[in-house]
């Protein structure tokens, strides 16, 4: 079997807080728990739309823990994804549903949902984005070699690397990815 050349660009989003609207309290984020809560948050399809003109791959990486602490149902998890599909021009969600006590190679921080995907797709991590709103999401892209991008809500959590960008919203990021691009390209 031949090596294929590895010359995609993907951008990675967190789905709660970046996709959809995360249920916040105490100043921190929750998933939503059914799929009536899932709510896309404005400008989300049209940052995707943009995203994809300009030739990138889009790639949901999420945790999940409440999966594996058997607080939610991995069917309404996949409802809800089945929805972001259907609804997103995404090419795929990979997902973490461990609960963080086990270990394992997925849960961000660490990369492995990002180098998975990026080996099975053929992208080109150093000319990617990781896009998030959380401490989690901006360790995991850095540690994966990937642009980082925070979606800054003001949450109550220190973040323990800086991120490249702050953005209000997805769309924000947009514009600074494809801002990016145009200059290197």
């Not at 030739?55 to 972001?84: C, W, Y």
Request: charged share 25%; glycine share 8%; hydrophobic share 40%.
């Amino acid at each position: 079997m031949g090596e294929h050349k590895v010359t995609r660009r993907a951008v990675f989003l967190d789905r709660d807080g970046v996709i959809n609207r995360a249920l916040v309290r105490n100043h921190l984020p929750y998933s939503p728990e059914t799929l009536a809560e899932l709510e896309i948050l404005p400008g989300v399809a049209e940052g995707c739309r943009l995203l994809k003109a300009a030739g990138f791959l889009l790639i949901v990486a999420t945790n999940q823990p409440d999966v594996g602490r058997g607080k939610q149902s991995q069917i309404v998890i996949e409802q809800m994804h089945d929805r972001l599909l259907r609804q997103l021009p995404l090419d795929r969600i990979e997902v973490c549903y461990h609960s963080g006590v086990e270990p394992c190679e997925c849960r961000k921080p660490l990369p492995g949902l990002l180098v998975r995907a990026a080996r099975e797709l053929a992208v080109d991590l150093s000319k990617s984005f990781m896009v998030g709103d959380r401490w989690r999401d901006i360790d995991c892209g850095h540690a994966a070699g990937c642009r980082t991008i925070l979606v800054d809500y003001g949450y109550a959590e220190a973040l323990r690397i800086q991120p490249d960008y702050r953005v209000p919203s997805l769309l924000m990021a947009v514009h600074i990815i494809l801002a990016d691009v145009q200059r290197k390209d």
